[in-house]
């Protein structure tokens, strides 16, 4: 099929390379500009970088809405296009644009999650399965009816980069069994509930701090969902750490919050309800990632 993609960061790529694999025509790739990152170093997106590497041409317009976009479209004339975490709203006159239409790769179970951010919500809220739509693109934010559904259970002990990057080979393999079914017509369609819908907001610092008068269990999908960007946070014996591993502690009368152990285990907190939580893996202001036992050997805590 003559396909035209739409991706961008690594969980997109994956999606490509499947595409690339099962020997579809791309006829072109379109990321997000290029953004200064790492120390303002501009660096091309993990799509870019694979397209490239593939001999395929990339399209970085700014502006979606002004007819440059559209007039890219139909000068690739794609038969379908396919969108994988994008960042950007297609206006109609693309979504009409391909015989196909616009399918879009969204990693959660819709209607549930729809939105920026569904991995990260997932966790956040310690839910037990998620998993992948592939779903037709519609004006309203993932509101599209749904071609094909993948599900997978969240281990309870996974943090927010293995569940990605399972869920971003669980999205390619599910795209390339779909994409058969739009070519000769059988694909599926499937109306969202909307009354169902809940929506993924985006990131901000704003959940990072720890509050430790909440569940044990909580706190640690906030540690979890976080990574690897905002990263949950908490002050601990004056200093202000980025929390990576936590570990389920122990039965406890402490107030919430109160410091209970700081060695070989890592430190061990207090939470609302009276049970602890140990920090295994930590970042202090200005250092390294590390185990919090490696921290507190050059940095004890006073108990």
Not at 37 to 64: I, W
Not at 70 to 75: E, H, P, R
Not at 163 to 186: C, F
């Amino acid at each position: 099929m003559r396909i035209l993609f739409m991706g961008t960061p690594d969980f997109a790529a994956v999606s490509l390379k499947r595409l690339v694999e099962d020997g579809h025509e791309i006829c072109g790739v379109f990321t997000q500009p290029d953004k200064p990152r790492n120390r303002n170093k501009v660096t091309f997106s993990p799509v870019k970088e694979y397209a490239l590497s593939c001999g395929l041409t990339v399209y970085q317009p700014v502006k979606m809405r002004d007819g440059t976009a559209l007039d890219i479209v139909k000068s690739l004339a794609p038969e379908l296009i396919v969108v994988v975490a994008y960042g950007r709203i297609l206006p109609k006159d693309i979504l009409d644009a391909p015989p196909l239409g616009c399918v879009n790769v969204h990693a959660s179970l819709l209607p549930k999650y729809r939105g920026a951010a569904p991995i990260n919500w997932a966790m956040l809220n310690g839910d037990a399965e998620t998993g992948v739509s592939i779903m037709y693109m519609a004006e309203e934010l993932d509101a599209g009816d749904v071609i094909r559904v993948a599900k997978t259970p969240i281990d309870p002990e996974e943090d927010l980069p293995s569940l990605w990057n399972r869920l971003a080979e669980l999205g390619a393999d599910a795209l390339s069994a779909a994409i058969p079914t739009l070519a000769d017509g059988t694909a599926a369609r499937t109306p969202q509930d909307g009354s169902q819908a809940t929506f993924a907001p985006m990131l901000s610092r704003e959940l990072s701090p720890i509050d430790w008068t909440r569940p044990m269990a909580v706190i640690r999908n906030q540690v979890r969902g976080l990574i690897p960007w905002p990263c949950a946070a908490a002050e601990l014996a004056g200093q202000r750490f980025k929390i990576y591993k936590t570990a389920s502690g122990a039965a406890t009368e402490k107030a919430p919050g109160t410091l209970l152990n700081a060695g070989k285990k890592g430190v061990e907190v207090a939470c609302g309800d009276g049970q602890s939580l140990w920090i295994t893996e930590l970042q202090a202001e200005g250092g390294k990632r590390m185990s919090a036992a490696a921290y507190l050997l050059g940095h004890p805590m006073n108990i």
